[in-house]
């Protein structure tokens, strides 16, 4: 069984920062593209940033310059540093992997439950 559990989220003023963590745990053999959506109130789930396997990364216009991504393989865990928020940041926010699961012999996606980040203005 995988498991993905998201931390780190909480309330800040505008212009503040916080940093999202997200464990992987499980029989998982190999991890290939790891990546941040949210999801505020009303709109649709949202693609934040991703990071490939070898550590290119990619972010959406909207947090490009203020987010950081990144990986540490040795733990397992996926980090998203945000600076400079703004309230429009406001949302759920879910990590999301492509792993090689061992017990299915298969490429796999899995989601972790989300952790609330709120901005205040």
């Known amino acids: 069984q995988v498991q993905l559990v998201e931390s780190g989220g909480g309330l800040v003023q505008a212009g503040g920062s916080l940093r999202l963590s997200c464990v992987v745990s499980?029989?998982?053999?190999?991890?290939?593209?790891m990546r941040w959506y949210r999801q505020a109130p009303g709109k649709q789930r949202e693609r934040v940033a991703t990071?490939?396997?070898?550590?290119?990364?990619n972010y959406a216009d909207s947090v490009s310059g203020r987010f950081t991504i990144s990986r540490d393989n040795t733990k397992n865990t996926l980090y998203l540093q945000m600076n400079n928020l703004k309230p429009e940041d406001t949302a759920v926010y879910f990590c999301?992997?492509?792993?090689?699961?061992?017990?299915?012999?298969?490429?796999?996606?899995?989601w972790g439950q989300g952790t609330q980040v709120t901005v205040s203005s």
């Open positions: 999301n992997i492509n792993a090689f699961v061992l017990a299915r012999d298969s490429w796999n996606t899995y």
């Open positions: 499980g029989s998982i053999f190999k991890i290939a593209d």
């Open positions: 990071i490939g396997s070898g550590g290119t990364t």
